[in-house]
């Protein structure tokens, strides 16, 4: 059965400072993997996907994330954070096609002025 | 497109009443989840359909929850009877299984508070 792990539950950088956050993988197959952000009192919404069309995948809001399947990472990276980047982000992965969606713990990013 | 539509947003129900969450999942979507979050146990996949047939209900807590999906654009989870342990944000997601998969697309949740 395919898993996510997200280390680190809190993360806080100071604005206009790289964000980093840390999504491993495990999978028997190459996976769909899923970047999604939650702002309080919302759902869900989708940041970027993986499905092997390129390892480095560029997502909205200037995210973006690279599939390393040595590392079996996928991690989130934005150069330079951004006030309105404050909320948490949650890994996901699956094996097929509309499958079911494994999610990680969610980290929830922190920015401070 | 309006998106997922869940309701009601809110829902305050005291101990032992029956509880219906609603969703209208995308059009042409062919896919529905049911999720719970809450703090200590974080997202939980409940029941999912495909085509409007319950796939997976390995999550549903126990015989308290129940989930229907009668057409292709409405989905019920009901609650009966409820428990302050209950008490969570649930989504709905919806999801077309094509090429170009795009994971899925949340509701905004409705916040549960059985007292």
């Known amino acids: 059965a395919q898993s996510v792990t997200q280390l680190g539950s809190h993360v806080s950088v100071s604005e206009g400072a790289l964000v980093l956050l840390r999504c491993n993988y495990s999978?028997?197959?190459?996976?769909?993997l899923f970047w999604y952000v939650q702002y309080p009192n919302q759902g869900l919404q989708l940041l970027l996907k993986y499905t092997s069309a390129a390892t480095l995948v560029k997502g909205i809001n200037g995210f973006e994330a690279e599939f390393k399947k040595s590392e079996t990472s996928f991690h989130l990276t934005k150069p330079s954070a951004h006030m309105s980047d404050a909320a948490e982000y949650f890994c996901a992965v699956s094996r097929e096609t509309a499958s079911k969606l494994t999610f990680g713990t969610g980290t929830r990013l922190q920015v401070t002025l | 497109d309006a998106g997922v539509i869940q309701s009601p947003r809110h829902e305050v129900t005291e101990m032992g009443q029956e509880v219906t969450l609603r969703c209208k999942p995308i059009?042409?979507?062919?896919?529905l989840f049911w999720y719970r979050q809450t703090m200590m146990r974080g997202l939980e996949l409940l029941i999912y359909?495909?085509?409007?047939?319950?796939?997976?209900d390995s999550g549903m807590p126990e015989d308290r929850f129940s989930a229907k999906m009668p057409n292709a654009s409405f989905s019920t989870l009901k609650i009966q009877p409820s428990e302050p342990r209950d008490s969570a944000v649930y989504f709905c997601a919806s999801s077309l299984a094509d090429r170009g998969w795009n994971g899925y697309t949340f509701g905004s949740g409705t916040r549960l508070t059985v007292v």
């Open positions: 059009s042409g979507h062919n896919s």
């Open positions: 999978s028997s197959v190459p996976p769909y």
């Open positions: 359909f495909n085509n409007n047939v319950p796939i997976d």
